[in-house]
């Protein structure tokens, strides 16, 4: 049962342009997202994070927003530039009976900003 | 520098051997995972430890084991009981109490043919 679904396997947009990553989650006692970004044979890193109690976190060109009526967040970059090309994870953790230890991933979403 | 280091890069071995990946951090972070990454797949929790001395299983934890003797060191062997060993393996490490923002390493691709 997959718990944190990124339905787009990839994304392709102009350089400039603004780019929009989705994920759903099942869980309801998710309390904290966050989204990672991968370069190919490379570790993962820390983009930008939206607890639960909050709609919107924003950081430079990045916006996260998190609908949790809908079980919906979603990752926006603007402007889209030809270095943010690589593999988007979305994850979420949970605080309920101390299992605050855990990520849940997403399959991720390739993103290709075209120059 | 702070970091997590990951060795080796790349690793090749036989069939029915058992391979130890080294995970090591200098951020002082209590808390250690590792990951495993297939094409197409996001990150599956093979092991996590909140505490030296102290570790629990994740979501695919046979064929795998595990040590925390101390801080700084995480290793993960693969053994011969994993049936699909080749995969891109993640080391990452976080403040304690929390998943927040997990710190990952470079990574080491292991191939077993």
């Known amino acids: 049962d997959q718990q944190v679904k990124q339905n787009s396997p990839s994304l392709s947009v102009q350089e400039g342009r603004i780019s929009i990553l989705n994920c759903d989650y099942t869980?309801?006692?998710?309390?904290?997202f966050l989204w990672y970004k991968k370069y190919p044979a490379e570790g993962p890193t820390f983009l930008i994070s939206?607890?639960?109690?909050?709609d919107k976190n924003e950081d430079g060109r990045f916006t996260v927003f998190l609908n949790k009526s809908a079980k919906h967040l979603s990752l926006h970059i603007v402007p889209s530039q030809p270095g943010d090309s690589a593999v988007y994870f979305c994850?979420?953790?949970?605080?309920?009976?101390?299992?605050?230890?855990?990520?849940?991933f997403g399959k991720g979403t390739l993103l290709t900003v075209n120059p | 520098d702070g970091g997590i280091t990951q060795s080796p890069k790349y690793l090749f071995r036989k069939e029915g051997q058992n391979v130890t990946l080294s995970c090591e951090q200098n951020?002082?972070?209590?808390?250690m995972y590792w990951y495993r990454q297939d094409p197409g797949q996001g990150l599956r929790l093979i092991y996590y430890?909140?505490?030296?001395?102290?570790?629990q299983k994740g979501d695919i934890a046979e064929g795998y084991s595990v040590s925390r003797e101390k801080k700084e060191s995480f290793p993960l062997t693969v053994t011969s009981a994993q049936k699909n060993p080749t995969a891109f393996y993640l080391c990452?490490?976080?403040?304690?109490?929390?998943?927040?923002?997990?710190?990952f390493g470079p990574g080491t691709r292991l191939t077993v043919t």
């Open positions: 990452a490490s976080s403040i304690r109490g929390t998943a927040y923002e997990q710190y």
């Open positions: 869980n309801s006692m998710f309390d904290y």
């Open positions: 939206i607890s639960s109690i909050k």
């Open positions: 994850a979420a953790s949970t605080n309920s009976g101390g299992s605050n230890y855990k990520l849940t």
């Open positions: 951020l002082n972070h209590d808390a």
């Open positions: 430890s909140q505490i030296v001395n102290d570790f």
